[in-house]
């Protein structure tokens, strides 16, 4: 019987200490995930949209000149190009493959937003807490729908990473608000400051996400006025 009660608090322990590192552990399984996938399609020409906004880049230069003023495209926005554009420059000084830079870099952006921020922005905005494993089988399903839209620059997800990570922002300013009204905080005006350039970002690569935003604005005043009203 104390065999089993050991057991037990040996379980226990081990849980509490995958919870304490559990956004480490997250990130780096994902990553793991992402450039094993990446190893196994080695596909060295892009597709569709993505290669359109990658083809984009050069139109930032005009006569050997870089400048924003040069970008001529109508249909697209210069957004998502003109983050590519370091990519684009770092394989021409490493002669590294610019595929295998983009999908690394990626790679790294993403497995930190999906095991982090998205489960810190749900927690924060929903009031709950997420553990170890609902966080992995959400990493997980994630991959499994969407890996391959990690090998090619198309503007959904940049777009979605920069609304969510936006929404983030702006509802921690309104909770440094809420909590302290009279203070004037500089963190609060650096995270509106960071959460509007995030969201017009997220409206300039992809408009159609503007919709997303007022909906999740909305939301989350509702969550506010609801939660308040429980006081």
Known sequence: ????????????????????????????????????????????????DGAGYYKRIDYFINDGKFALVNYRGVIRGYAWPLLLTPIKLLSEITNISHFLIFRIALAIFSSGFFAILIPRFVEKAFQIKINFLQRLFFCIMVFYFWAPMFLHPLADLPAFMFNIAGLYLLYSAYIELRNDKKQKSIKRYILIFFAGMFIALTSVIRPVYQLGIYMSVILIMVLSIKKKDKK
């Open 1 to 48: 019987m104390n065999l089993f009660l050991k057991i037990d608090k040996l379980g226990k322990n081990i849980n509490n200490k995958i919870d304490k590192y559990k956004e480490l552990i997250l990130v780096l399984m994902l990553f793991l995930f992402f450039i094993i996938y990446i190893m196994l399609n080695r596909s060295v020409e892009f597709y569709g």
